[in-house]
Structures are given as structure tokens and as C-alpha cells.
Nanobody, 113 residues
Framework: QVHLVESGGGLVQPGGSLRLSCAAS????????MRWYRQAPGKEREFIAV????????NYADSVKGRFTISRDNVKNTVYLQMNTLKPEDTARYYC??????WGQGTQVTVST
């Protein structure tokens, strides 16, 4: 059974940093491209970042390029999203997605004073 469990969200002040983790199980993680998405209240789910199975191909949405970094550890079956210089508009629920068709439950990130 496939499981994707995000963690690391929370409340942070503008300019701060958070690192999200997504622990995966139940499928061939190292062979799977992984993505991060986010969804703010009243808005559509938005693509954030993608990383290929071996980690050699990475891409970002323009809204986070230069501030966020996606990475993965294929030994720990975990994908990460390092988020720096956070802005209030980054407030959203963040989801990891395995391109074989599975979503995690999400973790909330709130950027506020």
C-alpha cells in the first residue's frame, strides 16, 4: 500500500525558513519522479517543484525559483522541500505527489507575523 506522509510545516515569520519532508513507502521510490504542490484557501492547487527519480532533473515554478530547493534521499525514501525567504503569499497546504498517481495528506505552512 502506498503511503506519502508530509511533515515539517508550521508557522513562520516572513523571511524565515522551513524544510518539508515527504516520507514514502509502498512503491519503487527511487524510480519515481516526485513533485511538490501547494493549495491556498480558495485557490487551485499549484505546482511548486519536481525532481526525477535519480535527482538529476529538477524544475521549479517561477514563484519559488531561487527560494525553494527540492531534493531527495533514495535511501530514506524521502523527498524534501527547503523553503527560504518565505513570504505571506507562500501560505498554503503543501502536498507531495508521486507521479504514479498518489498524493500525501499535506502539511500546513503559514507565513505571518
Amino acid at each position: 500500500q502506498v503511503h506519502l506522509v508530509e511533515s515539517g510545516g508550521g508557522l513562520v515569520q516572513p523571511g524565515g525558513s522551513l524544510r518539508l519532508s515527504c516520507a514514502a513507502s509502498g512503491f519503487a521510490f527511487s524510480a519515481s519522479t516526485m513533485r511538490w504542490y501547494r493549495q491556498a484557501p480558495g485557490k487551485e492547487r499549484e505546482f511548486i517543484a519536481v525532481i526525477s527519480g535519480a535527482g538529476g532533473s529538477i524544475n521549479y515554478a517561477d514563484s519559488v525559483k531561487g527560494r525553494f530547493t527540492i531534493s531527495r534521499d533514495n535511501v530514506k525514501n524521502t523527498v524534501y522541500l527547503q523553503m527560504n525567504t518565505l513570504k505571506p503569499e507562500d501560505t498554503a497546504r503543501y502536498y507531495c505527489y508521486a507521479v504514479i498517481g498518489y498524493w500525501g495528506q499535506g502539511t500546513q505552512v503559514t507565513v505571518s507575523t
